[in-house]
């Protein structure tokens, strides 16, 4: 099936850790690395995770992605105002042979 | 510094043909690819296709039964997306992205064009 799923919302408190999962499959996330994208409130999405866990530079390492099997998760430690957005998980698809994103997750900081 | 410039918002009636555009600039245009992507309002982004910059192969999806057409113009560091037949449904915010090579990542991004098809 080639969908990538993520849960709508997710919130902490300022300082705590939140951490948001994308699923897919073996045609999407069981055979491709995933990106994960930060986009604020009407601007463009911004690179945040490439390779499943890497970061590029200047992304600060409160940020940080995991992998099991056929699921990715995306991490945030010492939550802050700033962090509130809404995150997609990206991974190409053999099925489709295209880009997948993830539904999105809207995090909060309460 | 990396940039991609795109071009003005745009309101097309039903059935219409758009051309949008993307100026990339601080690197090499023709090491890169350049993908389009587009976000209907409060949906998922959306992978349209891509073009190599240096060879110019282009993949398109299977999304849009041949309504996409993706070009460049070397000597001006631009990309270009047509998009015909345009429907309601394609209303939403474009953008155009570089794409490392031998890999799927996103590193730099346009700022959109919003496209509004509306009869």
């Known amino acids: 099936q080639s969908v990538l799923t993520q849960p709508p919302s997710a919130s902490g408190t300022p300082g705590q850790r939140v951490t948001i999962s994308c699923s897919g499959s073996s045609s999407n996330i069981g055979t491709h690395g995933v990106c994960w994208y930060q986009q604020l409130p009407g601007r463009a999405p911004k690179f945040l995770i490439y390779?499943?866990?890497r970061r590029p530079s200047g992304v600060p390492d409160r940020f940080s992605g995991s992998r099991s099997g056929t699921s990715v998760s995306l991490a945030i430690s010492g939550l802050k105002s700033e962090d509130e957005a809404d995150y997609y998980c990206a991974a190409w698809d053999d099925i489709v042979n295209g880009l997948l994103f993830g539904g999105g997750t809207k995090v909060t900081v309460l | 510094q990396v940039q991609l410039v795109q071009s003005g918002a745009e309101v097309k009636k039903p059935g219409a043909s758009m051309l949008l555009s993307c100026k990339a600039s601080g690197y090499a245009f023709t090491d890169y690819a350049i993908h389009w992507v587009r976000q209907a309002p409060g949906q998922r982004p959306e992978w349209m296709g891509w073009i190599n910059a240096g060879n110019g192969d282009i993949r398109y999806s299977q999304r849009f039964h041949g309504r996409v057409t993706i070009t460049k113009h070397t000597s001006a560091n631009t990309a270009y997306l047509e998009l015909s037949s345009l429907k309601s449904e394609d209303t939403a915010m474009y953008y155009c992205a570089r794409n490392p090579p031998g890999t799927v990542d996103f590193d730099h991004w346009g700022q959109g064009t919003l496209v509004t098809v509306s009869s």
């Open positions: 390779n499943d866990n």
